[in-house]
């Protein structure tokens, strides 16, 4: 501490490092072309960069805020969490890690159900958080899709999953991967009940999550520039021994290639959602009219 003083006294700096007064963290976003926009207009913009038409990258309470009228729901199977089935230990037991991410971002998970309005259309909505352990597939994603979808048939109503994942999660191993199978099993029923489903691809969205559910939709979304694969493009390019072609993995690419029906801008999600979601339940939404 003596020393530090020291160096402060030799380059005659006179404020007390308590005196110091930092910018509140948050005021201010830089994109990655370098803009500097500030947090509210940002936010107020959808979190869309109005500069470079940026998507930041944001999690399922700024998702659920955007598509819900007046930005009520409800959330729906909130108390759902995660336990350490196979006593996994990394660096640190997965127990710990569960706590820590959960202090750390107060989720319980990896995936939020919620329903409301939007834009007067009733409709159930899945979003994932890749704050949570990169928005993971684990058992606990998969028991919540299920639930959810179980609420969408009980109540007929219209069902969006928002990805946003690198993956599954290993820490759960089998279990995770089993989930794959149980989602895509629940989905059907969706489809035999006459219920549409639509996923919406942000980035990131890889992993089993693109092998499976994301792309299995009756109509797929994604925002503008969003990755979106199995395996990273590294990997790829070292597996084939191949250059890959440029835009690669992106949203854009995969619409030219027929993975991907539309691509929208995250300021016109919600109209266009609604319009989708209205015309696939053959019920105009007059405020879209």
């Known amino acids: 501490m003596a020393f530090d003083w020291f160096k402060r006294k030799a380059k005659n ?48 309470q700024e998702y659920f805020e955007m598509l819900f009228d007046d930005q009520i729901f409800t959330e729906l199977d909130m108390h759902v969490e995660s336990v350490d089935m196979l006593k996994f230990k990394d660096t640190k037991t997965y127990a710990d890690r569960l706590k820590e991410v959960s202090s750390k971002t107060k989720l319980k998970d990896s995936i939020r159900n919620a329903v409301g309005k939007v834009n007067s259309v009733e409709m159930v909505i899945s979003c994932m958080d890749f704050a949570f352990i990169g928005g993971s597939l684990g058992s606990v994603m998969g028991e919540k899709i299920t639930r959810a979808v179980d609420y969408a048939i009980a109540q007929n109503l219209p069902y969006m999953i ?16 089993m989930q794959l199978a149980k989602v895509q099993s629940k ?77 929208i801008k995250r300021t016109e999600i919600k109209t266009e959602i609604s319009h989708i979601v209205s015309l696939l339940i053959n019920r105009p939404n007059k405020l879209l009219a």
């Open 162 to 177: 928002i990805c946003q994942s690198g993956g599954a999660r290993m820490q759960e191993a089998t279990y995770s991967l």
């Open 13 to 60: 700096i006179t404020t007390s490092t308590d005196e110091k007064k930092d910018l509140p963290k948050g005021l201010w976003h830089r994109t990655p072309s370098g803009n500097i926009i500030e947090h509210a207009q940002l936010k107020a913009n959808n979190f869309v960069s109005p500069e470079d038409n940026f998507h930041v990258r944001i999690g399922s």
């Open 187 to 263: 989905l059907v029923q969706l489809a035999e009940n006459k219920i549409p489903y639509i996923s919406y691809l942000t980035d990131p969205t890889f992993g089993g999550i693109t092998a499976s559910f994301a792309m299995t939709a009756d109509v797929i979304v994604a925002e503008p520039g969003a990755l979106i694969g199995f395996a990273g493009p590294r990997v790829i390019k070292e597996t084939i021994g191949k250059d890959l072609p440029e835009g690669f993995q992106t949203a854009e690419f995969l619409q030219e290639k027929g993975f991907v029906d539309f691509i």
